[in-house]
């Protein structure tokens, strides 16, 4: 019997490896090369935007989330994901939601 994780062909030490490589990557980069760039021309970061598109991606994972459980259960279409929904799952995406239409919080509409 396989496990999950034989099953991925991770183990801890390719882990660390990779662990090791984007340390490197991230600490060994030509200090020169950043120095030189010219971000003087950039707008400031917009904190209240920024906020806004993460607690949307949030309500947006938490709610594939869900959906995800169904289709791992069994569901291969969406209406069966419709219908295999409990009644509280469907609570909490309207709670998820809080007054946006479903379709706006998972396709990125306004």
């Known amino acids: 019997m396989q496990t999950e994780a034989e099953g991925t062909n991770f183990s801890t030490e390719s882990i660390d490896q990779g662990l090791e490589l984007l340390r490197r990557d991230v600490l060994d980069a030509p200090r020169d090369a950043v120095e ?18 993460v607690e949307r991606m949030r309500k ?41 239409p479903l379709r706006d919080v998972l396709l990125d509409l306004r």
């Open 36 to 53: 030189e760039a010219d971000f003087s021309d950039r707008a400031p970061i917009d904190y209240a935007s920024l906020e806004f598109e």
């Open 60 to 100: 947006r994972l938490s709610i594939w989330e869900i959906f995800l459980r169904y289709a791992s259960e069994g569901a291969g279409t969406w209406s069966a994901v419709q219908r295999a929904m409990t009644p509280e799952d469907l609570d909490e995406i309207t709670r998820i939601c809080h007054g946006t």
